[in-house]
């Protein structure tokens, strides 16, 4: 990279990447935090800008992702409750009990569930994954680009 790199550049690039972890903390903090952080130091360098757009470009691409993903699955497993769900019994206030018979599986609803968790732990790591590469670049003095990201800021 660039000879005029200074340990504070580099510093302020690494923690931009290392503050999206606040979303771990208070909801949106991924968004808010590194945002706040970019927007302080970016006329001060333009590799401390670079990083700033990446990990906040990275963050609403996981954002959008994981949206997506939710707008298939949603459809997806209530489609498949009304197939399987085939009588219905009136939902029971004394005892809070909704009876169904002929063809309700919950070995399928598991499938279902096992399925939309490994979607959340595969988010979850390439998040994890990702970031502390990229926070580890920019403490080397690298312009990391985060692979499958929408440049939403340019």
Wanted: glycine letters at 4%.
């Amino acid at each position: 990279m660039d000879s005029t790199l200074t340990k504070h550049d580099k510093n302020v690039a690494m923690v931009l990447h290392a503050t999206t972890f606040s979303k771990y903390f208070f909801p949106f903090g991924n968004f808010i935090v590194p945002l706040i952080l970019w927007t302080m130091y970016k006329k001060e360098s333009e590799y401390i800008d670079h990083h700033g757009k990446e990990a906040i470009n990275f963050q609403l691409s996981l954002f959008c992702y994981k949206l997506i993903a939710t707008l298939v699955s949603f459809p997806l497993f209530f489609i498949f409750k009304i197939q399987n769900f085939s009588t219905w019994d009136v939902f029971h206030f004394n005892n809070i009990s909704i009876n169904f018979n002929d063809g309700f599986n919950a070995y399928n609803l598991s499938f279902i569930a096992i399925i939309v968790g490994i979607g959340h732990l595969l988010f979850f790591a390439v998040n994890i994954t990702y970031t502390i590469v990229a926070a580890m670049r920019a403490n080397e003095g690298e312009k990391y680009r985060y692979p499958l990201t929408f440049r939403f800021i340019k």
